[in-house]
Nanobody, 127 residues
Framework: QVQLVESGGGLVQHGDSLRLSCAAS????????MGWFRQAPGLEREFVAA????????NYADSVKGRFTIFRDNAKNTVYLQMNSLKPEDTAVYYC????????????????????WGQGTQVTVSS
């Protein structure tokens, strides 16, 4: 059973914007910190951004601060990643993930703390 479904990836040019979406099952979404990770060819999966259960707290990787924004719509069980001023080094497969726990307040940036993963969506930024 698919729990997380991403959409919104594509091919864009340097400086363009994209918005990724991730729809989750209500059971998971309501009890999870939601995060975005990415993985470029030959590299390990890395943290990009995460948001706690009510959207009141967010964390970002240094490489995307000021350019990316994560936010969630609890009425739609969906988390978004707004990506502006995209650079070629942002090219990767982007994964949505859920850190499912009883009190989804504290944000983890550790990939191993996330329990559910989407299938990934490709983002390619040309120079």
């Amino acid at each position: 059973q698919v729990q997380l479904v991403e959409s919104g990836g594509g091919l864009v040019q340097h400086g363009d914007s994209l918005r990724l979406s991730c729809a989750a099952s209500e059971r998971i979404f309501r009890s999870s910190v939601m995060g975005w990770f990415r993985q470029a060819p030959g590299l390990e999966r890395e943290f990009v951004a995460a948001v706690n259960w009510n959207g009141g707290s967010t964390n970002y990787a240094d490489s995307v601060k000021g350019r990316f924004t994560i936010f969630r719509d609890n009425a739609k069980n969906t988390v978004y990643l707004q990506m502006n001023s995209l650079k070629p080094e942002d090219t990767a497969v982007y994964y949505c993930a859920a850190d499912y726990k009883e009190s989804p307040v504290v944000i983890s940036e550790n990939v191993y703390d996330y329990d559910y993963w989407g299938q990934g969506t490709q983002v390619t930024v040309s120079s």
